[in-house]
């Protein structure tokens, strides 16, 4: 069947695309995880621009320009946080993580593969969502859209690391209840769909230095004004660096 | 000649496999088995010790390892939300030359549930796939952590034919095993472990016959005076029954009822004592209704190694 001449490794290009393709089919396939990157932002987006049920403070600004960059944020954040956190914690139960690791991909390939994996993902929910957002009268600032892509990237970064602790350290049950909880308490009360500072006293305070605050804020700041906001974008790569450590730190690869 | 393909020592555990050949690791539960071979296979350091695999530490040279050794897990390791000719396609991009997948899948029998998810694949296919992913890039050397577990008997035949192959085609596999046929029909050499380290090792054969040959076990009615059977074994005659007290007389043979009515003769069997047996029946107007001359099986072997106590 074999002759054992001449194996060798497929070049890490080649290995690293085709684990991306493979976590982001993966995501894509899976109904919860769609329900939790597509659908539910989706559903977000238009209920918030059309229905006046949630009031929001928009300084002279149409509802879309105000909602459309919180939910993009709310996007990246389910992508790179919950939906990575679930996933690699089932794989690392499942012995997954440990059975690639031994093949030529590796540990490195393996994590590229799942970072690159988020932002293809991320790619479909801002064609998706930005589609849905200019059908609903979406202007957001051309200028800004560089400073938007920053504050995606440091975002994804920020998120993904703090999957990836999560991930790696507790039970795929308990990393499920988390990841979905946190989800639901940063969008609600996190600064990412509504500005910070519209949020009751403290809160105000505490989701603007909070990875969802700040990345609202930055999305926000560079397609409604297209201004790269500093600030913002150095509070979710300081979360990027201490998340990170920890993570690289802790991260167990089987249980 | 020999070529030491892998070699681990782990507490005091030397295990090396050859090329072209079956080695199986065989021990009760928690006997350090898998840990061993996790240690070879890179995903466990170990905390002193020496282990080279093909000439290289798996801890340092892993990179230059994973391409030449196939993995098979024992829980599997597989993506429960994946297709098996899908995973098996994404596995085999990652080596430069990996088999025809296709007739991998058809060897395997993977076809008949190839676009089913993983999450609701029996025991027995997941199984088979894992064993595919592990071969597939054409590997050196196979670690097989329990292949045919939860297999039909067709399935095991699939896998074995296919073990046997690989070690035709020069590959060194590695298989750690509880069930001692599978050992017995595909190992070339066996290491028991227990408790951390080799309590025996060598051919199958060797393990057999140094643990004596073969057995002769009879049952008749419960409870017969023995006494003078085991020296008119030696003899091949029969002694008069003479007043010699005690059921299990001197000489090369022992006899023993172990359970009422079940007699096993142990010592060396020829057909002679099979005759000499018999003959005392007739002496002693007992009539058996089975005699049976066995070889011993690797797994009796085992048992008197690692003992009889639940782990």
New interface residues.
């Given amino acids: 069947?074999?002759?054992?001449t001449?194996?060798?490794?497929?070049?890490a290009p080649?290995?690293v695309l085709?684990?991306t393709r493979?976590e982001t089919r993966?995501i894509l396939?899976?109904g919860e995880q769609l329900l939790i990157t597509l659908i539910l932002p989706v559903l977000l987006l238009v209920a918030l621009v059309r229905t006046t049920v949630v009031g929001l403070t928009t300084d002279g600004a149409t509802r879309v320009d105000v909602v459309a960059p919180g939910v993009l944020a709310l996007a990246v954040m389910s992508t790179a946080f919950t939906s990575q956190a679930i996933a690699t914690s089932?794989?690392r139960r499942?012995?997954?993580?440990?059975?690639?690791?031994?093949?030529?991909?590796?540990r490195g390939g393996l994590l590229a593969g799942k970072v690159l994996g988020v932002l293809a993902v991320e790619v479909v929910q801002v064609v998706v969502l930005g589609g849905v957002a200019l059908a609903l009268g979406w202007q957001p600032d051309p200028s800004g859209i560089g400073a938007a892509v920053v504050a995606v990237l440091l975002g994804t970064a920020a998120f993904t690391s703090f999957a990836l602790l999560l991930a790696g350290t507790l039970r795929a049950e308990a990393v499920l209840a988390i990841a979905n909880l946190v989800l639901v308490v940063l969008a609600v009360a996190g600064g990412i769909l509504v500005p910070a500072g519209a949020l009751p006293g403290p809160l105000a305070a505490v989701a603007s230095v909070l990875p969802s605050g700040a990345l609202g804020e930055a999305l926000r700041a560079a397609l409604q004004d297209g201004v790269l906001a500093g600030g913002p974008l150095a509070v979710l790569a300081g979360w990027t660096v201490v998340l990170g450590a920890l993570a690289a730190r802790l991260f167990r690869?089987?249980s | 000649m020999k070529r030491y393909d892998g070699r681990a020592v782990v507490d005091g555990l030397d295990l090396v496999a050859e090329r072209g050949a079956v080695t199986a690791v065989l021990g009760p539960n928690g006997a350090g088995k898998t840990t061993t071979v996790e240690c070879c296979?890179?995903?466990r350091s170990p905390d002193g010790g020496r282990v080279r695999v093909l000439g290289l530490d798996p801890a340092t040279r892993?990179?230059d390892l994973?391409?030449?050794?196939g993995?098979m897990?024992q829980?599997?390791?597989?993506?429960?939300?994946?297709r098996p000719l899908e995973l098996l396609h994404?596995?085999a991009?990652?080596?430069?030359?990996p088999?025809d997948v296709a007739?991998?899948a058809e060897?395997l029998g993977l076809g008949s549930f190839a676009r089913t998810s993983v999450r609701r694949l029996s025991g027995g296919q997941r199984q088979r796939l894992?064993l595919a992913?592990a071969?597939v890039?054409?590997?050196?050397l196979v670690f097989l952590d329990e292949p045919s577990a939860g297999m039909d008997p067709q399935a095991r035949r699939a896998v074995w034919d296919?073990v046997g192959?690989?070690r035709a085609?020069?590959?060194a596999v590695v298989l750690t095993t509880h069930l001692m046929d599978e050992a017995e029909s595909l190992a070339d050499r066996v290491v028991v472990v227990d408790h951390g380290r080799v309590i025996a090792e060598g051919a199958v054969r060797e393990l057999l016959r140094s643990h004596d040959d073969r057995t002769l076990r009879f049952s008749a009615a419960p409870g017969l005076t023995l006494t003078g059977l085991a020296a008119s074994l030696g003899g091949g005659g029969v002694p008069p029954a003479s007043g010699a007290h005690g059921e299990h007389a001197a000489g090369e043979h022992a006899v023993h009822e172990v359970t009422p009515g079940d007699y096993v003769v142990t010592g060396h069997v020829d057909p002679h004592v099979l005759a000499a047996l018999t003959t005392w029946c007739a002496a002693h107007d007992v009539l058996p209704y089975a005699i049976t001359v066995g070889r011993r099986t690797l797994e009796s072997v085992f048992l008197d190694l690692t003992g009889r106590d639940l782990r």
Avoid: I, K
């Fill in positions: 069947m074999s002759s054992p001449g194996a060798g490794a497929a070049p080649r290995r085709a684990q493979f993966a396939r899976n089932f794989d499942n012995g997954v993580l440990r059975l690639l690791a031994t093949t030529p991909l590796g690869w089987s | 296979e890179g995903l892993a990179r994973r391409p030449r050794v993995v897990l829980d599997g390791g597989l993506p429960t939300g994946a994404h596995v991009a990652m080596y430069a030359r088999v007739a991998l060897r894992a992913l071969v890039g054409r590997p050196e296919l192959e690989l085609d020069g590959v």
